[in-house]
Nanobody
C-alpha cells in the first residue's frame, strides 16, 4: 500500500511562488507515474500536472509556463514548483500515484487513472 503525504501549501500573494512536495512510502517509487490535481470549493477535482516514471511531463493549459513538476527518486518525492500564482490557483492540491505500466501517458490527466491519493494541502493565493 502506497502512502502519499503532501506539504508546502500556504498563503501567498498573487505573483508569488510556492513549492509543494509529496513524499511517498510503501512502494517502489521509481515505478510510479505521479500526478498533481487540485480542487477548489464547489468545483470538481482538476488535473494540474503529471510526470511519468521516465520523467515525461504533462501540464494543464492553465498552468503551463508557470508550474513545473519534477521528481527525485532517491528521496521518493515529487515536487510542484508554482510561480506567478494567481487567485484562481487557490485550491486544495493533491498528489496521486499509479504504477506506470498500468496507465498510459495520455491517460494521466484523468483522476480515475490513479490508484493512490494523498490527503491534500491547501494553497491560498490572495489578490
Amino acid at each position: 500500500q502506497v502512502q502519499l503525504v503532501e506539504s508546502g501549501g500556504g498563503l501567498v500573494q498573487a505573483g508569488g511562488s510556492l513549492r509543494l512536495s509529496c513524499a511517498a512510502s510503501g512502494g517502489t517509487f521509481r515505478n510510479y507515474a505521479m500526478g498533481w490535481f487540485r480542487q477548489a470549493p464547489g468545483k470538481e477535482r482538476e488535473f494540474v500536472a503529471a510526470i511519468t516514471s521516465g520523467g515525461m511531463t504533462n501540464y494543464a493549459d492553465s498552468v503551463k509556463g508557470r508550474f513545473t513538476i519534477s521528481r527525485t527518486n532517491f528521496k521518493n518525492t515529487v515536487y510542484l514548483q508554482m510561480n506567478s500564482l494567481k487567485p484562481e490557483d487557490t485550491a486544495v492540491y493533491y498528489c496521486a500515484a499509479v504504477t506506470s505500466s498500468s496507465s498510459p501517458y495520455l491517460d494521466l490527466p484523468r483522476p480515475g487513472a490513479y490508484d493512490y491519493w494523498g490527503q491534500g494541502t491547501q494553497v491560498t493565493v490572495s489578490s
